[in-house]
């Protein structure tokens, strides 16, 4: 099995007139984590979104072990799971529901790794809830246990840590450490830094 | 080294000059062939013998007709080559396209409403050729309704490329659904829009058109293109260099 | 399963032996595709039952849309049973349409087709399973209703199994085709006339031979000729539309 490495090779995208990304360029290899940072509007959601395959590049390649994500997307997407601004939850169903259908489309998961998952990230007690109910925070931990049960080798994160509060900021740690000892990657996008128990931190930053 | 020309076309500064340069070589025979034809037709033609002068129309009715069709097929095509390869310069092409497919079917329209009034007392019938043809101007109103909803040129292009070539695959299906749907209401005595002859003196002049509008639309489009490249790349260096210049 | 709080560095000494085990990503093992499909349809059925007053309201405008010919022509049935194919098929048109705003709106803004675009899984199939509950929840319910409103029009009920046929038939073209219509019109604010402008000139054949079949089945005829077209435009919407439809969400995602 080959070692699963992300290689992102001068990137240049356009938006209408902007150039938001001008070059950029970093390699992800197994076990590190790659925090982006940089003002608002510097690029940080395009970078990502670029990464995983959603807006297409005017220059450059992403290439995940050695290949052109374009060549086989789906592979790709295989082992990615992407964490947006907002967690991608319905209103209208439970903390539990959306997370067996948000993630059951992509792989099978047992209810018991459902219920370890929401006990991991404190959501038991209020996981029969309708997600319009919850607050923000409660969503953004509902998220995290979808993450939990992502056992793919890339992570992309778009500000994981918004609206949480101090133990759940740790949790967002903790969670990052787990993925990159199995030797998973993670590439996240921050405002603010990831919490100091993420080791193996690099950093990149983007120019306004 | 075959590609070379597929991929100067994919250059805006390059499609840009060329436009220029190819304009007057479809202009001037546009002219004269449209000049030709409706001399040849409105003047050296005989009268019908059943219609008289009215069905001089078929002049500018026919070839209008014929180009609302095969302008949505050039833009179809144009639409799936940017949608494919994703040519910037392509998507243009079909930006240009469809507000001139949709004259040429605005006036087939009138035109064909214009020469109902002598042939079937009445302004209005529902022909399955208009009725297509008033379909076709929706297709047409859609893409470009949906081009002005999209405020992000890129998704506008790709957007508006995806129903295009929807819009490609269904014109026949419309037409043909049209067709079944008026041969089982139609009464058998009206009269069919196309003769089966037609005397050489009347149908010489009607090939001149058919070729001058074609070529008319050849000039419009580059002249369109022109525009929609400059629009498009505003900020880019090669336009600041010809302004200056 | 620890303490939040406690530093990854212990977990990195326990777990580093497995990194280059095959079987680390065990637990991604993906999801079979008409799994997949099944949960995204039964996922939009669920959401749809959460707020059943959505799902009547195209079968109320369809029943309003009835109840205006007799209102605005006359009351006489014989002359509403003339007209009683074209209501019926103009109303399950607009019907249809009216729900079409809603297939994709809700899950672009909050980020599912997002996760549906990444999940590795086809989205063409996904966006189909989605336009699938779309004519569970509004096309069936609607050819279920048409007989009702065909009576309403003074049309005998012999006519009423060739009716559910051709409006069920009918209806699964006009889910499809508008799928097409509703993904292109993502992003779009109050994007309700341009929906229309888009769906109804491409739904013309279908109402064409809709009417037909219902004619037909209203005057006693042989109706399996319009409804044999009816159902080749349903095959051919169910293998071209969902394709047209994935490449929509895709680039309303650029």
């Avoid at chain 2, 396209?97 to 002598?118: D, K, Q, Y």
């Avoid at chain 3, 994709?104 to 599912?112: E, L, M, Q, V, W």
């Avoid at chain 3, 169910?238 to 895709?250: D, E, I, S």
């Amino acid at each position: 099995m080959p070692d699963e490495r992300l290689d992102v090779e001068s990137l240049h995208l356009w938006r209408g007139d902007r150039h938001v990304l001008r070059g950029v360029c970093f390699s992800l290899a197994s076990g590190e984590c790659l925090q982006v940072t940089g003002p608002n509007g510097s690029g940080k959601t395009s970078l990502l979104r670029t990464v995983c395959g959603l807006m297409y590049p005017e220059a450059g390649r992403v290439l995940w072990e050695g290949r052109d994500v374009r060549s086989d997307l789906r592979t790709f997407h295989c082992a990615l799971v992407y964490l947006g601004h907002e967690p991608p939850l319905k209103a209208d169903l439970s903390a539990r529901e959306n997370l067996r259908y948000w993630i059951g489309v992509r792989h099978r998961v047992g209810a018991a790794a459902l219920e370890d998952a929401l006990e991991r990230v404190g959501a038991s007690p209020w996981c029969e809830r309708l997600v319009r109910t919850l607050s923000a925070g409660q969503r953004r931990r509902v998220a995290l246990a979808g993450l939990a049960l992502s056992m793919v080798p890339l992570w992309l994160l778009d500000e994981p840590t918004t609206n949480l509060d101090t133990e759940g900021q740790q949790l967002v740690g903790s969670l990052i450490g787990e993925q990159l000892a199995r030797g998973g990657m993670v590439l996240a996008a921050v405002h603010h830094e990831l919490p100091a128990t993420v080791r193996d931190l690099r950093r990149l930053e983007l120019a306004a | 080294m075959t590609w070379t020309w597929f991929h100067r076309l994919g250059s805006p500064p390059y499609v840009y000059a060329l436009a220029a340069r190819l304009t007057p070589w479809f202009a001037w025979p546009a002219a004269l062939l449209i000049i030709g034809g409706l001399w040849g037709g409105l003047v050296l033609a005989p009268p019908d013998y059943q219609q008289g002068d009215g069905f001089r129309i078929i002049y500018v009715h026919a070839p209008s007709a014929w180009m609302s069709l095969m302008v949505y097929t050039t833009m179809a095509v144009a639409a799936a080559v940017g949608l494919i390869w994703r040519i910037k310069v392509a998507h243009a092409v079909a930006a240009s396209c469809a507000p001139i497919g949709a004259s040429f079917t605005f006036a087939a329209l009138v035109t064909g409403a214009l020469w109902g009034e002598p042939m079937w007392g009445t302004y209005w019938e529902w022909d399955p050729r208009l009725t297509s043809e008033l379909i076709l101007l929706f297709l047409y109103l859609g893409y470009m309704g949906l081009r002005a909803g999209l405020e992000d040129t890129q998704r506008a292009d790709r957007a508006s490329a995806v129903l295009a070539v929807v819009g490609v695959v269904n014109v026949p299906i419309i037409h043909y659904s049209v067709t079944w749907w008026n041969s089982l209401h139609q009464a058998p005595s009206v009269m069919r829009l196309a003769k089966p002859t037609m005397a050489a003196s009347m149908l010489v002049p009607l090939l001149l058109m058919l070729l001058g509008f074609t070529l008319f639309f050849g000039a419009v489009l580059l002249v369109r293109l022109r525009g929609e490249v400059l629009n498009r790349e505003r900020s880019a260096s090669w336009i600041r260099e010809i302004v200056n210049a | 399963m620890s303490g939040y709080g406690s530093p990854a560095a212990g977990v990195v000494a326990q777990a580093a032996p497995l990194a280059r085990q095959a079987t680390v990503w065990a637990g991604s093992h993906q999801a079979p595709l008409l799994d997949a499909a099944r949960l995204a349809l039964a996922r939009d059925l669920q959401l749809a039952f959460r707020k059943r007053g959505q799902l009547v309201q195209p079968l109320a405008f369809f029943a309003m849309v009835t109840m205006l010919f007799p209102l605005a022509i006359s009351p006489e049935l014989a002359r509403l049973r003339e007209i009683a194919p074209g209501v019926l098929w103009a109303g399950a048109l607009l019907a249809s349409l009216l729900a079409l705003e809603f297939l994709f709106r809700d899950d672009a803004y909050d980020g599912t087709l997002e996760q549906y675009a990444l999940s590795g899984q086809s989205l063409t199939w996904l966006i189909f399973a989605k336009t699938a509950a779309h004519w569970l929840l509004t096309g069936l319910p609607l050819a279920l209703m048409a007989p009702l409103a065909a009576l309403s029009l003074g049309v005998s009920d012999a006519a009423v199994p060739g009716i559910v046929a051709s409006v069920a038939v009918g209806s699964v073209a006009l889910s499809l085709i508008g799928s097409i219509g509703a993904a292109l019109t993502l992003g779009i604010k109050r994007s309700g006339a341009l929906l229309s402008l888009l769906t109804l000139p491409l739904s013309l054949p279908v109402l064409i031979f809709g009417a037909r079949a219902t004619q037909l089945a209203i005057s006693g005829g042989p109706l399996l000729a319009p409804l044999e077209l009816l159902a080749a435009l349903a095959v051919l919407g169910v293998t071209l539309a969902p394709l047209a439809a994935a490449a929509a969400v895709r680039i309303s995602l650029e």
